[in-house]
């Protein structure tokens, strides 16, 4: 038997080695900060980075296959995440655009597709699963753009999130069809199949079931007895859990992830799920890209270079195209369809899925495997500087007139010029008297989200004098400037009153120094956005915290007063000087010490 002395030193030599995990958080910490300061993004800094630190970089790393089955999980947790915030009632509103758009793109898309292979000279089979697998779009890198431009929410953003919904849901029959597709495959008999549908749909029904009378029921005990790192522990096993569920049952495991945060999305432990999952998510997401980056094959692409310089535009280019094609179709407009086909140009993480398998059943050599692998790499890594270009030179002229109605020979009472927050609280009373609103505003966006709300808005910048013309100002009763940027609304204010003295013009200040602008500039009324609905919370406050309510409203009487002295006192001296007439605590903070 060995000596203590023997044994530990055995154990140090092969302990944990942490030296890779120290690599991979050097080069993204390294990294991501450059690429995001330079204007090229975070994704584009982690393939970077995984490029240089592995196998045809400087060769921390050999396996880099392994490192992107590890990071899948971040993908996982992702979609996690994404369901937390699609409750059942607005996903089954969006069931329109995930199977109406999301089939429509994926159908054509693979249609299209095929043609690349089959002109390349490859079987039809495996032109087939080449042209499929880069239908796929990357879900990782979409999602990843879509919430650092603060588009996740938006039309344009759910209606990206409904297709790759679509497309992760398309992956499963896609398999099918590639055992189907394979040598020996049409042989398959048709209870194989129907065992293999059960399957996946036994997996759904269980996870609904658990989700419904389980996970909640489960979370409220450990909330009363267990610790904080328990619920992090329950929530890391319920979007795992998921995901190995409908593994085993044939299905995707972000599906998986992604029922699984629809079912808690209404749980009243959504938002710390959130808090517990945010730091897992972001660092494996980190780590799929790093290992994507790792996996771009220098010595496939040396070997079948003119294949790959070929195929890598033709698939993008084309399916580029089919996705513009059908954003038109589908009514969306010029910006909103080039921005998405941007977006989603490359391939995606389930193509990898895809050719592996088909390679096991023989449709692909295990050449075209390599090469069908660093089209889809080499599409990922193109796409954030193909956003970053689009950004640069194509989205001001997507931010044009085209499909808009630009303002011209209005004749309304009320000549409304913005309709963003305020524009449309304002427009509410005057329309429900009757009084006919003239509304223009300059971007595109409020004016196509405005048509599916039922309010038409014309295009046009209000701080133009030719625009006021052609939107009838010179006719209008009165004009409210309700722009979002307080340079446009005090120009507008000025540009009305030089040369329509004789309407009245209501604006919206942004702040003090703001309204003391607009005051200068000749406004007839004026108000700071937050003002009432601050000075209410004040109320409500001192209501809350026992005052009567004669007592609440001298308060505010008190404060209003004192806020018309303050304005005028800004006038003249400026907003520091009125600042002795404010309430401050700083004599309380000096009271206790």
């Known amino acids: 038997m060995a000596d203590p002395a023997t044994q530990a030193a055995e154990a140090a030599h092969h302990g944990f080695d942490v030296t ?9 910490v390294i990294a991501v900060p450059i690429f995001r300061r330079i204007g090229l993004g975070s994704v584009l800094g982690y393939l970077a980075a995984g490029l240089v630190i592995g196998p045809y970089g400087l060769g921390f790393f050999d396996d880099a296959e392994t490192i992107i089955s590890v990071a899948e999980l971040g993908v996982v947790l992702f979609l996690f995440i994404i369901g937390l915030e699609m409750q059942p009632t607005r996903l089954w509103a969006m069931r329109g655009e995930i199977f109406g758009l999301g089939a429509l793109q994926v159908c054509i898309a ?37 919430q650092e431009r603060n588009q996740m ?50 997996a759904i029904a269980v996870l609904v079931l658990a989700g419904r009378y389980l996970l909640d029921p489960m979370f409220r005990l450990l909330a009363r007895f267990g610790a904080r790192e328990v619920m992090t ?37 959504r938002h710390q799920l959130e808090a517990d999952i945010e730091p897992f998510r972001g660092l494996l997401l980190g780590l799929f890209f790093l290992g994507v980056g790792m996996a771009l094959d220098l010595n496939t692409i ?150 599916e709300h039922g309010f038409r808005v014309w295009y046009g910048d209000g701080a133009r004098l030719d625009i006021l013309h052609a939107a009838g100002a010179q006719n209008a009763q009165l004009i409210v400037a309700a722009a979002n940027e307080p340079e ?46 601050a000075t209410e919370m004040g109320r409500e406050a001192l209501l809350r915290l026992g005052k009567s309510s004669e007592e609440a409203d001298e308060v505010i009487r008190d404060f209003r007063e004192r806020d018309r002295e303050r304005f005028a006192l800004d006038m003249v001296e400026g907003t520091v000087a009125s600042a002795r007439l404010m309430h401050g605590n700083l004599n309380q903070e000096e009271g206790r010490h």
């Open 153 to 202: 929410g938006t039309p344009p953003g759910r209606k990206m999130i409904a297709i790759l919904l679509f497309e992760d849901l398309a992956i499963v029959p896609l398999l099918a069809l590639v055992a189907f597709l394979a040598p020996g495959g049409e042989e398959a008999t048709m209870a194989d199949r129907l065992t293999g549908v059960s399957i996946g749909l036994a």
């Open 302 to 451: 040396a070997a079948n270079w003119a294949v790959i310089v070929i195929s890598v535009p033709a698939y993008m280019i084309l399916k580029m195209l089919v996705i513009y094609v059908v954003a038109r179709v589908t009514k969306s407009p010029h910006h909103e369809a080039l921005e998405r086909a941007v977006l989603m140009a490359q391939g995606g993480e389930f193509a990898f899925v895809l050719y592996a398998s088909a390679t096991q059943f023989g449709i692909l050599t295990p050449e075209w495997n390599a090469n069908l692998t660093a089209i889809i790499i080499i599409s990922m890594v193109l796409t954030p500087l193909m956003i970053m270009l689009h950004e640069r030179f194509a989205h001001r002229a997507g931010t044009s007139t085209e499909g808009l109605e630009e303002a011209h020979d209005l004749r309304g009472n009320v000549l409304l010029i913005g309709f963003g927050r305020v524009g449309q609280i304002v427009s509410q009373p005057l329309l429900a008297q009757g009084y006919t609103v003239s509304i223009i505003d300059k971007d595109p966006q409020p004016i196509q989200d405005a048509r």
């Open 488 to 533: 446009a609304v005090t120009r507008i204010v000025e540009l009305a009153k030089a040369e329509f003295p004789l309407v009245p013009v209501l604006a919206r200040a942004f702040d003090r120094e703001h309204a003391v602008e607009l005051v200068k500039a000749g406004a007839d009324y004026h108000i700071r956005e937050t003002l009432e609905s």
């Open 233 to 269: 522990a329950a929530a890391l096993m319920v979007v795992l859990g998921a995901a190995l569920l409908m593994q085993m049952g044939g299905l995707s495991m972000a599906m998986g992830a992604f029922l699984a945060g629809v079912l808690l999305s209404e749980s009243s432990f």
């Open 20 to 28: 890779p995990i120290v690599i991979l958080l050097v080069a993204a």
């Open 110 to 146: 693979i249609f299209t597709l095929i043609w690349v292979g089959i002109l390349l000279g490859y079987p039809t089979e495996a032109s087939f699963v080449a042209g499929t697998g880069f239908v796929l779009t990357s879900t990782a890198i979409v999602m990843q753009m879509l």
